[in-house]
């Protein structure tokens, strides 16, 4: 029996005292261990946190709006948005945002040489993950409107069956001699 106040080295034998070392070794060892996962997590978690508001933020560059009927803000903070943010700044954003959905409209209907519906173009961009649509129901409204400009651009042109619209390219052929 070990005397109250002894030291383990003084009556324990050295297989003890030597186990206790290695424990006490392992605990420290696994104490740095702990604190750097700690780390670790800490700085995943920033990096998500980071990703997260550059998704936010690239969403609010979407093009994609919802029609004006399901978008009424009340007059002040209509007039409060556009007070905080400058008309240049405006319409850099939404020309960079429509330029970013016009390429990938673009390359959507270079893909199928048929004539595409809104559906078939919003499925190719997003399996191509070419442009990030924030709300999915208001995409066909954001592709139909810039495939619209495409038609003026004479880019494509717009087939219309009833309430069934369809896209097609023009090719280098069909396109007309520029002067």
């Known amino acids: 029996m070990i005397p109250m106040g002894a030291l383990p080295s003084e009556s324990a034998p050295s297989s003890v005292v030597a186990l206790t070392k290695l424990l006490r ?4 060892q696994l104490s740095e261990q702990d604190e750097t996962l700690r780390q670790l ?37 209509v007039v409060n948005e556009i007070n905080r943010t ?40 997003l399996r191509r993950g070419s442009f990030p649509f924030t ?18 651009a004479g880019e494509v042109f717009s087939l219309e069956n009833g309430s069934d619209r369809r896209w097609k390219r023009i090719s280098s052929e069909e396109r007309p001699a520029t002067q």
């Open 25 to 28: 070794s392992e605990l420290g």
């Open 41 to 77: 997590r800490r700085s995943f978690q920033l990096l998500l946190h980071e990703l997260q508001q550059l998704g936010r933020q690239a969403t609010k560059d979407l093009v994609a709006e919802p029609p004006r009927s399901a978008r009424r803000q009340p007059v002040k903070e």
């Open 86 to 125: 400058t008309k240049t700044e405006l319409r850099g954003k939404a020309s960079i945002s429509s330029e970013r959905l016009r390429r990938a409209c673009r390359i959507a209907v270079m893909e199928t040489d048929e004539a595409a519906s809104t559906d078939d173009i919003r499925s190719r961009i």
């Open 135 to 152: 709300n999915l129901e208001y995409a066909a409204v954001a592709i139909a409107r810039t495939l619209d400009m495409m038609v003026e």
